[in-house]
Nanobody, 121 residues
Framework: QVQLVESGGGLVQAGASLRLSCTAS?????FGWFRQAPGKEREFVAA????????NIADSVKGRFTVSRDNARNTVYLQMNSLKPEDTAVYSC?????????????????WGQGTQVTVSS
């Protein structure tokens, strides 16, 4: 069973940066980051395949967020720059075993527990 453990969330002011990490217990996984704000549906943020050469970033965060991975550490990162109050949400890491850059949450097989990101104005 694959386990995903996220870290790096917190409370920051608008304009600040945060880096989220997600470490997996399994290998050959493609990852996605999703977020869910109170009262809103879960939203796709970013995806990266297991080779690491292809990524997909949601339009809502493109130019501010990047996704990367360190296969030696089995860890994927979400670098979030120029954070805005509307980025406030619980951010979750998810994984699956295909090469696809999936943007739909239901297509992911494994999920982390989520980490809170709060951006104050």
């Amino acid at each position: 069973q694959v386990q995903l453990v996220e870290s790096g969330g917190g409370l920051v002011q608008a304009g600040a940066s945060l880096r989220l990490s997600c470490t997996a217990s399994g290998r050959l996984l493609s990852f996605g980051w999703f977020r869910q704000a109170p009262g809103k549906e879960r939203e796709f943020v970013a995806a990266i395949n297991w080779i690491g050469g292809e990524t997909n970033i949601a339009d809502s965060v493109k130019g501010r967020f990047t996704v990367s991975r360190d296969n030696a550490r089995n860890t994927v990162y979400l670098q979030m720059n120029s954070l805005k109050p509307e980025d406030t949400a619980v951010y979750s890491c998810a994984a699956h075993r295909s090469m696809e850059l999936r943007t739909t949450a239901t297509l992911y097989n494994y999920w982390g527990q989520g980490t809170q990101v709060t951006v104050s104005s």
